[in-house]
């Protein structure tokens, strides 16, 4: 069933590509068929968009597999370069920086170099349990941790 819904929406694109074309050959002796033109074009990047983002965000749950990475997901509103968000979260930079290039792979990311390698996702989604951690988190939470164990520990004893 999903793979004739996936049949189904390449060739309704493909039709509307195919229409724009025949549509574009014709505007150009008439000046009204431009904006027919431009409308489906209008239509073809709306469907597009929907399209594009549900495969998006089945991808992002697949590459983001460990809390490390989802963390780094969180991350990449384009505000801060792969070495701010590995000081940030305490993640290893070749890890956010591997993470990076996997999602830029796919789409996922891009990066300006010219203004300092900021990655950004291309689809705003971050799941709300995703929550951006900070070194200083992590440290805490492993400091609570500790104190727990040692705390089990001389009970037992």
């Known amino acids: 069933m999903k793979d004739l819904r996936t ?27 431009s904006q027919i033109v431009e409308d489906r074009l209008s239509q073809i990047e709306k469907y597009t968009r929907v399209v594009a ?8 749950m697949k590459l983001a597999s460990t809390p490390e990475r989802k963390t780094i997901w969180a991350y990449c509103s384009g505000k801060l370069t792969r070495e701010e968000i590995s000081s940030k979260t305490g993640i290893v930079l070749r890890t956010v920086s591997h993470f ?31 929550k951006k951690t900070t070194k200083g988190e992590k440290q805490a939470k492993e400091t609570k941790t500790e104190i727990t164990t040692k705390s089990t520990a001389e009970q037992q004893n």
């Open 7 to 33: 049949i189904y929406r390449k060739k309704v694109l493909c039709d509307l590509v195919e229409e724009c074309a025949n549509m574009s050959k014709k505007a150009k002796s008439e000046d009204k068929g």
């Open 53 to 60: 983002a549900q495969y998006a965000v089945r991808r992002i």
């Open 100 to 130: 990076i290039d996997l999602c830029k792979t796919f789409g996922l990311v891009e990066e300006e170099k010219e203004k300092g390698g900021h990655p950004k996702r291309v689809i705003d989604y971050v799941p709300s349990g995703w």
